[in-house]
């Protein structure tokens, strides 16, 4: 137990404290990724060490929370991430006071985890020392009660884009664990042309599970076949796009346009105040679409501390040492992708 300033104790807490966890990540703006039950997911599914810390005050109510995943590796090393496998992570806090200790104490425990390093993927700025990176963006579709509204405010081309492809006969449909053997084929065949290890269909099963009531599926069909995918989550009025892919064969149908336009239309319906589209890099692609459907750029604050005082990690496609095996992946058969991908992929945060 260590002693602070309005807090008088941090530490870590077990699923007796998931419904106060939850309530203070609802009222202090938390996100979907930030909820107490990504803690089972992560242990259950992935088989990685969580740590989920709490500050609280004398009185035992929580004043921050941060939600800390181990991930060890002898190929990408040993990582202490908030959070791995998301958009983003990092502390919430009722004040930047709280943030920074929490801050603090991750730096303590990545230490005496023996951690390569410590990385919190911050939505915002936090009050620290630690080493930052601004690669990385989040493109935030501010929504409207009426979706008619919204679609007006597109630009006249994106609109005659999206017009355009829904005259190809392509069907949205909306659904949970009822898409799952559609969603994941769509999405492990465009990860393989990416290069990129895919996790197992039963992850993917248990955030279903686990999250019934704050996930959903889409599936853009043509004549019933599935050709481009997604899963989203929400909370609090805000929806993330998790995952999304799409069949290269089929990409002169440009499904992505009625696909995002169905779910941006059903985030305001459904009465959604934002839509995150997923973070990007920044002067990416990815970002040029986003960006056509009014989405604007919220910077991301990625954090680092390596206890031996290294050079921040460049654990991304980016980094020139990974160019042969993602060119390797891209030509390895599904069936062996489906073997060799899981245990990769559970590995890279």
Not at 170 to 175: A, F, P, T
Not at 206 to 230: E, S
């Amino acid at each position: 137990m260590q002693e602070h300033s309005n807090i008088s104790v941090i530490q870590p807490v077990n699923a007796s404290m998931r419904t106060a966890w939850d309530e203070f990540v609802a009222a202090h703006d938390g996100s979907f990724y930030h909820l107490f039950d990504w803690k089972e997911v992560n242990e259950q599914s992935l088989g990685h060490r969580c740590e989920f810390l709490a500050a609280r005050d004398a009185a035992g109510a929580i004043t921050g929370i941060l939600p800390l995943v181990f991930v060890e590796s002898r190929i990408f090393g040993r990582i202490l991430c908030s959070m791995p496998f998301m958009n983003y992570g990092g502390p919430v806090a009722a004040t930047p006071q709280v943030a920074a200790e929490l801050t603090r104490e991750a730096v303590a425990r990545s230490e005496a985890l023996g951690a390569d390093y410590l990385e919190l993927r911050c939505p915002a700025t936090l009050e620290t020392t630690m080493a930052v990176s601004t690669r990385k963006i989040s493109m935030i579709v501010p929504l409207m009660p009426d979706p008619e509204a919204l679609f007006n405010s597109f630009s006249s081309k994106h609109r005659k884009n999206i017009r355009r492809a829904q005259k190809e006969k392509l069907e949205v449909r909306k659904g949970g664990l009822d898409l799952l053997d559609d969603f994941f084929h769509v999405l492990e065949l465009s990860w393989r042309s990416l290069g990129t290890p895919m996790y197992s269909k039963s992850y993917f099963e248990r955030i279903l599970k686990t999250f019934p009531a704050n996930t959903t599926i889409y599936t853009c069909n043509l004549a019933g076949k599935p050709v481009a995918v997604a899963m989203t989550g929400h909370f609090n009025g805000v929806v993330e796009g998790m995952w999304a892919g799409a069949r290269r064969e089929f990409r002169n149908l440009d499904a992505n346009y009625v696909l995002y336009w169905d779910m941006l239309r059903d985030a305001c319906q459904s009465g959604h105040k934002l839509f995150h589209l997923g973070r990007s890099t920044s002067q990416s692609g990815a970002e040029q679409f986003k960006s056509k459907w009014n989405a604007e750029t919220h910077q991301l604050y990625w954090y680092f501390h390596r206890p031996d005082g290294g050079s921040m990690p460049q654990l991304n496609v980016d980094n020139p040492k990974y160019k042969l095996a993602i060119a390797a992946w891209q030509r390895m058969p599904l069936w062996a992708t489906r073997i060799v991908g899981p245990p990769l992929a559970r590995l890279i945060p």
